[in-house]
T-cell receptor, first 115, second 114 residues
Framework: AQSVAQPEDQVNVAEGNPLTVKCTYS??????LFWYVQYPNRGLQFLLK??????LVKGSYGFEAEFNKSQTSFHLKKPSALVSDSALYFC?????????????FGGGTRVLVKP | EAGVVQSPRYKIIEKKQPVAFWCNPI?????LYWYLQNLGQGPELLIR????????DSQLPKDRFSAERLKGVDSTLKIQPAELGDSAVYLC????????????FGPGTRLTVT
C-alpha cells in the first residue's frame, strides 16, 4: 500500500524568507512523487514531479523539491517566499508496483506567507 | 489550451435528492478521474476511466454513486439519493497517459446537502 504524510498542518513564514513544506512517503516499489497547490475555490494545480533521475526537481513559480530515498522524503522548497504563495499544498505519491496511475495524497499543508 | 471544465461549480440540495456533476477533460487526455475532497483534506479517488472503460471503481460507493463516460470524453458523476455526509468538493482530473503521470484538475463542484 502507498501512503503520504505531511506532518505540518500549517507553515508560517515571512515574505522573502525560505519556505519548506515537508512530505514523507511509503511505497512497496519505487515512488513517483508530485506536489500540487490549491488556492481557495480552485482545483489543484500541478507544481512538479519526481519520476527518475536528478534528486533535485525544479517546478513552477520558483518551487523545487528534493527526493531523498534514504529518508523517504520529498520536501518542497522555495528560496524566497511571496505573499501570493499562501495556499494549500499537497504531496502525492504513486507506487510503481501498483496498477494504474493511482495517486495517494497527503492531508495537505496550509502555507501562510506574511508581509 | 483549455483546462478541465466542471459544472456546476456549486450545488445545494436537500438530502434524498439526486444530483449530477459534469466534467470535460483536456482534449486528448484518455484518462479521467473523479475525486472526493473533504474540507481540509487531500483528494480521494472515486473512479478512474481509461477512455470509456472504468478501470478502477473500488472506492466508489455503488449503492448510491454512479458514473459514466460515454464516447470516452465527457463524464458524469451521479449521486442518488444524496446524504448529508456527501457534502464535499467533487474534483475531476485528466491525464494524457502514455508515459506521462501528472494529473490536471478542474475547479471542482462544491456540494452542500441540507
Amino acid at each position: 500500500a502507498q501512503s503520504v504524510a505531511q506532518p505540518e498542518d500549517q507553515v508560517n513564514v515571512a515574505e522573502g524568507n525560505p519556505l519548506t513544506v515537508k512530505c514523507t512517503y511509503s511505497v512497496s516499489g519505487n515512488p513517483y512523487l508530485f506536489w500540487y497547490v490549491q488556492y481557495p475555490n480552485r482545483g489543484l494545480q500541478f507544481l512538479l514531479k519526481y519520476i527518475t533521475g536528478d534528486n533535485l526537481v525544479k517546478g513552477s513559480y520558483g518551487f523545487e523539491a528534493e527526493f531523498n530515498k534514504s529518508q523517504t522524503s520529498f520536501h518542497l522548497k522555495k528560496p524566497s517566499a511571496l505573499v501570493s504563495d499562501s495556499a494549500l499544498y499537497f504531496c502525492a505519491v504513486r507506487d510503481t508496483k501498483a496498477a494504474g496511475n493511482k495517486l495517494t495524497f497527503g492531508g495537505g499543508t496550509r502555507v501562510l506567507v506574511k508581509p | 489550451e483549455a483546462g478541465v471544465v466542471q459544472s456546476p461549480r456549486y450545488k445545494i440540495i436537500e438530502k434524498k435528492q439526486p444530483v449530477a456533476f459534469w466534467c470535460n477533460p483536456i482534449s486528448g487526455h484518455n484518462t479521467l478521474y473523479w475525486y472526493l475532497q473533504n474540507l481540509g483534506q487531500g483528494p480521494e479517488l472515486l473512479i478512474r476511466y481509461e477512455n470509456e472503460e472504468a478501470v478502477d471503481d473500488s472506492q466508489l460507493p455503488k449503492d448510491r454513486f454512479s458514473a459514466e463516460r460515454l464516447k470516452g470524453v465527457d463524464s458524469t458523476l451521479k449521486i442518488q439519493p444524496a446524504e448529508l455526509g456527501d457534502s464535499a468538493v467533487y474534483l475531476c482530473a485528466s491525464s494524457l497517459g502514455r508515459g506521462t503521470y501528472e494529473q490536471y484538475f478542474g475547479p471542482g463542484t462544491r456540494l452542500t446537502v441540507t
